[in-house]
């Protein structure tokens, strides 16, 4: 059964601080994703990645097939970057049914 | 930019009674999702559905629940009898094909059960 852990759980930072959340997973996958969850609760789709590296303005996602291990970066954070970053996974087989990790609540202070 | 609708945004219902949850998923996309979120805790897997029928379904999904393509745009989740526990955000997502390919995501229903 593939388990999806992030950390931290919480992480609060002084703007322009570079961010870094860390995603593990249990078994073999297809794609990583990761998501930000905004206070109204909507989903929105980051990065899905399955080697390497990308970059998308100021946020960076990495992601160690073997190590079975991603991370998302942000540098020079802003609060506007405030919300809720979820990695979640794509098993190898079968549909997409992404399995979800519990989330980083992340707090940046002007 | 193309997106997922869900209808409506926030849904307050009765114990015992029948709810429906409408999605419009990206229109050239082939799979459908339906994910659930109870307050504070991690997002899970519903349901699949593909070429008109469940691909994949999770123990969450058992005989009170169903869902239906009524034609080709919608997508609808339906709880017959909601229970307290159903009270969650439930998550439509659509995507262009399986595997390693990107989800979107509509915004959300927040289900309340009374």
């Known amino acids: 059964k593939n388990e999806v852990e992030q950390s931290p759980q919480n992480l609060t930072a002084q703007e322009g601080e570079f961010i870094t959340i860390n995603c593990s997973y249990s078994?073999?996958?297809?794609?990583l994703h990761w998501l930000q969850q905004h206070p109204g609760g909507g989903i929105v789709s980051l990065f899905m990645?399955?080697?390497g590296k990308k970059k998308h303005g100021r946020l960076i996602a990495t992601i160690n097939i073997q190590e079975k291990h991603s991370s998302l970066h942000i540098t020079a954070s802003h609060p506007r970057d405030s919300a809720v970053y979820i990695c979640?996974?794509?098993?190898?087989?079968?549909?997409?049914?992404?399995?979800f990790g519990q989330g980083t609540r992340l707090t940046i202070n002007p | 930019e193309p997106e997922v609708t869900q209808t409506p945004s926030h849904q307050v219902t009765q114990m015992g009674q029948e709810v429906i949850l409408r999605c419009v998923p990206i229109?050239?996309?082939?799979?459908f999702y339906w994910y659930r979120q109870i307050l504070g805790q991690k997002v899970e897997f519903l349901v699949s559905?593909?070429?008109?029928?469940?691909?994949?379904k999770s123990e969450i999904f058992d005989d009170q629940f169903s869902v239906e393509r009524p034609d080709g745009s919608n997508f609808t989740l339906k709880i017959r009898s909601t229970k307290l526990e159903d009270s969650a955000m439930y998550f439509c997502?659509?995507?262009?094909?399986?595997?390693?390919?990107?989800?979107?995501f509509g915004q959300g229903t927040r289900l309340t059960v009374v």
């Open positions: 979640a996974s794509s098993p190898i087989q079968g549909a997409q049914k992404l399995v």
């Open positions: 078994v073999g996958i297809s794609a």
């Open positions: 990645l399955s080697s």
């Open positions: 997502a659509s995507s262009q094909d399986r595997g390693s390919t990107e989800a979107f």
């Open positions: 229109s050239n996309h082939l799979y």
């Open positions: 559905f593909y070429n008109n029928e469940i691909s994949e």
